[in-house]
T-cell receptor, first 114, second 111 residues
Framework: SAVISQKPSRDICQRGTSLTIQCQVD?????MFWYRQQPGQSLTLIAT?????????ESGFVIDKFPISRPNLTFSTLTVSNMSPEDSSIYLC???????????FGPGTRLLVL | GESVGLHLPTLSVQEGDNSIINCAYS??????FIWYKQESGKGPQFIID?????DKRQGQRVTVLLNKTVKHLSLQIAATQPGDSAVYFC??????????FGAGTRLTVKP
């Protein structure tokens, strides 16, 4: 498995601002993902964070709104840009460790946009 | 499109009873399945997994059953405890780590 931490754990933001969420893993992982989970809902994949290259976004998500970085095998960031109340959600980092196939999740970042 | 779904959105059981949470999938190409538990305020936690070449796998108090004939997955929890109260998600990984999650079932354990 992998130990995953996210910062911040929660935040309250004003509309129009941006928030960058950090994901740190305690070991090198092959794949990192960012998910959104709206209240009472299942998980929706935003994008796959690729090391050293642009992230791969799912339908309905664009780089301008959710820029992602992954400078190395243990760290990634997700920025929620120009936020609106509709962006209020839990944002989850997920990883697949090296030589594994099971996906593990971080504790999530709870975002409220006013 | 094909998706993973759950038969029951909520499940309430008495402490000490066994719980069964069901999941139906429609993609016959799926070869790997995972059950996650998500407690309030936390991220999903891996419980147990199963590959498509198996039909049963047991863990500590949990058993996952896979019926490929009817494309059905279930999670059985023995002697359910209050700490088992959570939302349970099934997930299928059918192509190069393309993972899809079910809607989730909320399990409530009554003392």
């Amino acid at each position: 498995s992998a130990v995953i931490s996210q910062k911040p754990s929660r935040d309250i933001c004003q509309r129009g601002t941006s928030l960058t969420i950090q994901c740190q893993v305690d070991s090198q992982v092959t794949m990192m993902f960012w998910y959104r989970q709206q209240p009472g809902q299942s998980l929706t994949l935003i994008a796959t964070a690729n090391q050293g290259s642009e992230a791969t976004y799912e339908s309905g998500f664009v780089i301008d709104k959710f820029p992602i970085s992954r400078p190395n095998l243990t760290f990634s960031t997700l920025t929620v840009s120009n936020m609106s109340p509709e962006d209020s959600s839990i944002y989850l980092c997920s990883v697949i460790p090296a030589r594994g196939e099971t996906q593990y999740f971080g504790p999530g970042t709870r975002l409220l946009v006013l | 499109g094909e998706s993973v779904g759950l038969h029951l959105p909520t499940l309430s059981v008495q402490e000490g009873d066994n719980s069964i949470i069901n999941c139906a999938y429609s993609n016959s190409a799926s070869d790997y399945f995972i059950w996650y538990k998500q407690e309030s305020g936390k991220g999903p936690q891996f419980i147990i997994d199963i590959r498509s070449n198996m039909d049963k796998r047991q863990g500590q108090r949990v058993t996952v059953l896979l019926n490929k004939t009817v494309k059905h997955l279930s999670l059985q929890i023995a002697a359910t405890q209050p700490g088992d109260s959570a939302v349970y998600f099934c997930a299928e990984n059918y192509n190069n780590n393309d993972m899809r999650f079910g809607a989730g079932t909320r399990l409530t354990v009554k003392p």
